[in-house]
């Protein structure tokens, strides 16, 4: 059994609680996971504490303002820049001067504008199911929405147009989009309806930074895209993403041609959330990359 430790980090006069899971061995550099969201919680990356059976330590936290970590009720609090800060703040409480860093969806977001900051020791950078655009998500968004049944996408319109979108109809049609493009497993994996069930309970943080769902960026974010600065990112990258992702495989490439040298796969039978929806290939190729990277 593992060795799993929780805590406690103190970060802008609140508290980011984390979880390590396994010991630091001196070959394998410990692996800090940045969920998405915004706003979701680390619970649906429940199946990559797995790596710890293996030698290597698996890093958690919860992004202030979700899950276990302190809920702020201030609009004005959440911005890229504080995240930014935070991951920052975890790796010097936890003495990561050397980590690999992963990041899904969001996470990806700011694991880029992380590295955008050029910190030192990190070893890796794994973009899972991620973008370097709101814009070129929403035109993806857009035409994966176009490929809907008929009726689906006309019920989107219909409470769209009429700002209705709080209406169970329009949840139920959201709700097809998801199966098709953010997991594909139904019922939903337990640990993925954990991090669900903390965004809908306090929304704040989504709703601030991006909006009221996946294809609509009405937030701080709408305008974000550093596609431009890809190139600045020169650590070893690994960018992943699934066939039915709503992180489709033209943002995918966009941001595998941006970044010099990184490496792209497609996981086959998977939309937003591989490491659920195949998760012993996506540990298989995930260990494989890292300790690539450390020989």
Same mark, same amino acid.
């Given at each position: 059994m593992a060795n799993i430790q929780e805590g406690l980090i103190p970060f802008k006069g609140f508290n980011t609680w984390y979880k390590t899971v396994g010991e630091c061995e001196d070959i394998k550099i410990p692996l800090l996971c940045l969920h998405g969201g915004p706003g979701f919680s680390h619970d649906y990356f429940e199946p990559l504490e797995a790596l710890a059976e293996s030698g290597r330590q698996v890093v958690f936290y919860d992004q202030l303002g979700n899950g276990k970590s302190d809920h702020v009720d201030d609009p004005e609090m959440w911005s890229v820049e504080l995240f930014v800060e935070e991951v920052g703040v975890i790796r010097e409480a936890l003495g990561l001067d050397q980590v690999h860093l992963l990041g899904q969806?969001?996470?990806?977001?700011?694991?880029?504008?992380?590295?955008?900051?050029?910190? #030192?020791?990190?070893?890796?950078?794994?973009?899972? #199911?991620?973008?370097?655009?709101?814009?070129?998500?929403?035109?993806?968004?857009?035409?994966?929405?176009?490929?809907?049944?008929?009726?689906?996408?006309?019920?989107?319109?219909?409470?769209?147009e009429a700002d209705t979108t709080d209406?169970?109809?329009?949840?139920?049609?959201?709700?097809?989009?998801?199966?098709?493009?953010?997991?594909?497993i139904s019922p939903m994996p337990d640990c993925l309806q954990r991090s669900f069930d903390v965004m809908v309970n306090n929304p704040q943080v989504y709703n601030t930074l991006w909006g009221p769902n996946e294809f609509q960026s009405t937030g701080k974010l709408k305008d974000w895209d550093i596609t431009h600065r890809l190139n600045e990112i020169k650590t070893p990258t690994f960018v992943l993403n699934g066939r039915f992702d709503e992180a489709t495989p033209k943002i995918a490439e966009t941001i595998h041609t941006g970044i010099p040298g990184s490496e792209w796969v497609v996981f086959e039978n998977s939309s937003h959330l591989p490491n659920l929806e195949e998760t012993d290939l996506f540990l298989e190729t995930l260990e494989s990359f890292l300790k690539k990277q450390e020989q």
């Open positions: 969806s969001w996470g990806g977001m700011l694991a880029m504008e992380y590295m955008l900051t050029q910190p #030192n020791g990190v070893a890796s950078l794994v973009l899972s #199911n991620t973008l370097p655009s709101a814009k070129l998500w929403k035109e993806e968004a857009d035409r994966l929405r176009s490929e809907l049944p008929p009726d689906v996408l006309a019920t989107l319109i219909k409470h769209e209406s169970p109809e329009y949840e139920e049609a959201i709700d097809v989009y998801y199966q098709r493009h953010l997991c594909r």
